[in-house]
Structures are given as C-alpha cells and as structure tokens.
C-alpha cells in the first residue's frame, strides 16, 4: 500500500463550474477525513466519514460541497458553482479504527485554483 | 472550542543547531493529544510527533522531543542536529479522543528554514 492517494494533484477551473475531487484511502483505514488549507493558515476539517458514513460536517462545508464515500472505500468531493474564495489545498487523511493509534495519514492533496 | 496558536510564523536555524518551535492551546479538556506534523514544500503532511496529556513524560522521537506543559498549555517542538531536509512548514494539532471524528485542530504552521 502506498499511502493516501488524491487525484488530481492540481485542478484550474473558471469561477461558475463544478469540480470533484477523489480520494484513496489507505486500504484498511475506516476513518477518512477533508480537510481544506488556504495559504497561510493551518489545515480546517471539513468533513469526516466511518465507513460510508459521513457523521460529521462542519460549518465550513456550505451546500455547494458534497462528500461521499461510497461502499466505504474511495471518497470524492465535489463543489459546485465553484468561487474565487474555494481556491485552496483539499487534505484527505485517514486513520485506522478508533483505538489508540490516532496517526491521521495525509495524502499530497489536491491544489484547487478558480479563475 | 478548541484553539491552537503557534506565535512564529518563521523560523531559520544553521544545520547541527538546534531550534524550538513554539504551540499554546486551549481546551477544557483533561484528555486530548497534541501532535507535531510536519509539511514538506510539495509533499504530503506526516507525523513527527505525539503526546497523550494523560503522560507526564515527554515524548521524544531521535532528534525530535517535546516540551509539554499542561498547566500552562503549552506544547513546544524541539529539533536537535538539524537537518537540511527538515526545511517544512510545521503545524501543531490538538485532537480530543473518544468522539465521533478525533478530527484535528492546527494551528497556522511555522515554516522552519534549515540553512547550511
């Protein structure tokens, strides 16, 4: 295994158009997790799937995003209508089942520009 | 809510010399972790370090250790011998166990420039 896998790596698109991302979890790894950084600040969550569900959103997270994580393997994140302000890294990271392993394993990332 | 503040948005340090990071929180927890991840330029965050507060003892990884203060809320990175290819932004994390998500709050990253 070779680790959280994000693709695309980098993603340009005019303001107006729907993009989605995907993410690959590390195989055995319940726990998948969104995270958005914009330049100069630290990852934010966004969003966090056990299994195929998605038990948590945050606020950041407005109706434009959806997550999904079907079948409990690969996720994508989608934006719709995308704005100059969704410009940004999206951080997938993943983790083994709760327990006392909290190693959240992050992959490259996904480096969205909107012209 | 959580919060974690790291003061220093950059930092430089001489290769072999050592260098200290800086990270405070706050939280009304009693039990949480606090981590070190480190970001590479074009490369993917990884973990450097951890700490359960529960521990009194500080966690050391080789060159890597902490200063973990609980009282004080204060959760400082220690690099000893440093390394060219520890140039990264480093981010501090705090994680409250036992929920639904042990999802991460960082802080705003230091960038650590190691100059030979």
């Known amino acids: 295994d070779t680790g959280v896998s994000q693709d695309p790596r980098h993603k340009i698109t005019k303001r107006g158009q729907n993009v989605t991302f995907r993410c690959d979890p590390i195989s055995e790894h319940n726990r998948l997790y969104w995270y958005r950084q914009t330049l100069g600040q630290g990852p934010e969550f966004l969003t966090y799937f056990q299994n195929e569900a998605q038990l948590e959103k945050s606020r950041l997270l407005s109706d434009r995003f959806s997550a999904e994580r079907p079948k409990g393997s690969f996720s994508t994140l989608e934006i719709q209508r995308t704005e100059q302000g969704d410009s940004a890294m999206y951080l997938c990271?993943?983790?083994?089942?709760?327990?006392?392993?909290?190693?959240?394993?992050f992959g490259q990332g996904t480096r969205l520009t909107v012209v | 809510a959580q919060t974690v503040t790291q003061s220093q948005p950059e930092m430089s340090v001489q290769e072999a010399e050592t260098v200290t990071l800086s990270c405070t929180y706050d939280?009304?927890?009693?039990?949480?972790?606090l981590f070190w991840y480190k970001q590479p330029p074009s490369r993917q965050m990884i973990l450097v370090i951890r700490?359960?507060?529960?521990?009194?003892q500080n966690a050391t990884e080789n060159r890597f250790s902490v200063n973990f203060q609980k009282a004080a809320k204060s959760f400082s990175l220690k690099i000893s011998d440093s390394q060219l290819g520890d140039t990264a932004m480093y981010f501090c994390?705090?994680?409250?166990?036992?929920?639904?998500?042990?999802?991460?709050?960082f802080g705003t990253g230091t960038l650590l420039a190691v100059q030979p």
């Open positions: 700490q359960e507060a529960y521990k009194q």
């Open positions: 990271a993943s983790s083994p089942r709760q327990g006392r392993n909290t190693e959240a394993f």
């Open positions: 994390a705090f994680m409250k166990p036992g929920g639904a998500t042990n999802k991460l709050i």
């Open positions: 939280t009304s927890e009693s039990n949480y972790y």
